[in-house]
Nanobody, 127 residues
Framework: QVQLVESGGGLVQAGGSLRVSCAAS????????MGWFRQAPGKDRTFVAS????????NYADSVKGRFTISRDDTENTVYLQMNSLKPEDAAVYYC????????????????????WGQGTQVTVSS
C-alpha cells in the first residue's frame, strides 16, 4: 500500500497562483513516476501533468502548458504542481497519482496507467 495525500488547494482569484502538494508514504518515492489529474463537477478526470521517476522528463496537457509546472523532491517524498495564471476553467479537484515503474525517464499520461491515487484537493478559481 502506498498512501498519497494532497494538500495546498484553496480559493484563488483568476490570474493568481497556487501550489498543490502530494506527499507519499509506504514505499520508496523514487520507485514511482508521478502525475496530476483533475476533475471538475460532472466531468471526467483528465490529465494535467506528469513527471518521470528521475525527474528528468515532464509532460503537460495543452491547456496548462506554460502555466503549470510539475516537480518532485525525492528527499521529501513529495510531488508538487505549481499553478500560475489560473483560469476559472482550472477549478477542479486535483488528484495525485503514482505509477510503479522500472523506467526512469518515462512519463505516463493515462489514468489507467497509474497504480495509486490520493483523495484529491479542491482548487477553486474565482472570476
Amino acid at each position: 500500500q502506498v498512501q498519497l495525500v494532497e494538500s495546498g488547494g484553496g480559493l484563488v482569484q483568476a490570474g493568481g497562483s497556487l501550489r498543490v502538494s502530494c506527499a507519499a508514504s509506504g514505499r520508496t518515492f523514487s520507485s514511482f513516476a508521478m502525475g496530476w489529474f483533475r476533475q471538475a463537477p460532472g466531468k471526467d478526470r483528465t490529465f494535467v501533468a506528469s513527471i518521470s521517476r528521475n525527474g528528468g522528463n515532464t509532460n503537460y496537457a495543452d491547456s496548462v502548458k506554460g502555466r503549470f509546472t510539475i516537480s518532485r523532491d525525492d528527499t521529501e517524498n513529495t510531488v508538487y504542481l505549481q499553478m500560475n495564471s489560473l483560469k476559472p476553467e482550472d477549478a477542479a479537484v486535483y488528484y495525485c497519482a503514482a505509477k510503479d515503474t522500472l523506467w526512469s525517464s518515462t512519463t505516463y499520461n493515462r489514468l489507467n496507467e497509474y497504480d495509486y491515487w490520493g483523495q484529491g484537493t479542491q482548487v477553486t478559481v474565482s472570476s
